[in-house]
């Protein structure tokens, strides 16, 4: 039997001429299969809008795969969002016993809503917050979910610049 020679880090035009066909083969069947176009857009780009059902958890603290960080902001795959809508009180610090108690209850609330079933995400005129993270108006059920804060007296309504406290 004869040793074929090995050609170091690279590889011969007989062997990339082979996994280039391969290459075309998979892409051309995947698109006749309809199997997921990896060339999509990230899902967080301003075209997403897809109704998604997923389980949330709490993390107040650092990053999250699918989480409650508070009342207006959560991480999804790993992305972090800012409810774009909404102002909800702040729980990390919160400034005093009111805002905690009602930063809690936001959170908590808020939690609920995006398990009760699938979530849209919308884009605004802005893609990201100064502090990077995406401003999407999040929907469950077809309604904003800050509309439902709102409404509960859990949130107050946000449209940029400056934001008054919560403890009177």
Same mark, same amino acid.
């Given at each position: 039997?004869? %040793? &074929? &020679?090995?050609?170091?880090?690279? *590889?011969?035009?007989?062997?990339?001429?082979?996994? !280039? *066909?391969?290459?075309?083969? #998979?892409?051309? $069947? /995947?698109?006749?299969?309809?199997?997921?176009?990896?060339?999509?857009?990230?899902?967080?780009?301003?075209?997403?809008?897809?109704?998604?059902?997923?389980?949330? /958890?709490?993390?107040? +603290?650092?990053?999250? *795969?699918?989480? #409650? #960080?508070?009342?207006?902001? @959560?991480?999804?795959? =790993? @992305?972090?969002?800012? *409810?774009?809508?909404?102002?909800?009180?702040? +729980?990390?610090?919160?400034?005093?016993?009111?805002? $905690?108690?009602?930063?809690?209850? $936001?959170?908590?609330?808020?939690?609920?809503?995006?398990?009760?079933?699938?979530? +849209? !995400?919308?884009?605004?005129?802005?893609?990201?917050? %100064?502090?990077?993270?995406? !401003?999407?108006? #999040?929907?469950?059920?077809?309604?904003? @979910? =800050?509309?439902?804060?709102?409404?509960?007296?859990? $949130?107050?309504?946000?449209?940029? =610049?400056?934001?008054?406290?919560?403890?009177?």
């Amino acid at each position: 039997m004869r %040793r &074929r &020679r090995h050609n170091g880090p690279f *590889i011969s035009s007989f062997e990339w001429g082979g996994t !280039l *066909i391969v290459g075309l083969l #998979v892409g051309l $069947a /995947s698109t006749l299969l309809g199997w997921p176009n990896i060339s999509q857009p990230h899902p967080f780009s301003a075209q997403f809008a897809q109704q998604e059902k997923i389980h949330f /958890s709490l993390c107040h +603290t650092g990053g999250g *795969i699918n989480c #409650v #960080v508070d009342g207006d902001t @959560v991480w999804i795959r =790993g @992305v972090k969002i800012r *409810i774009a809508d909404i102002d909800t009180p702040e +729980t990390h610090p919160p400034r005093c016993t009111t805002e $905690a108690e009602l930063g809690s209850r $936001a959170t908590l609330r808020l939690q609920a809503l995006l398990n009760a079933g699938s979530i +849209t !995400l919308e884009p605004i005129d802005r893609d990201e917050d %100064r502090y990077g993270r995406k !401003l999407r108006i #999040v929907k469950q059920g077809g309604r904003s @979910v =800050g509309d439902i804060l709102v409404a509960e007296g859990l $949130a107050r309504r946000y449209g940029g =610049g400056a934001r008054s406290g919560w403890c009177g």
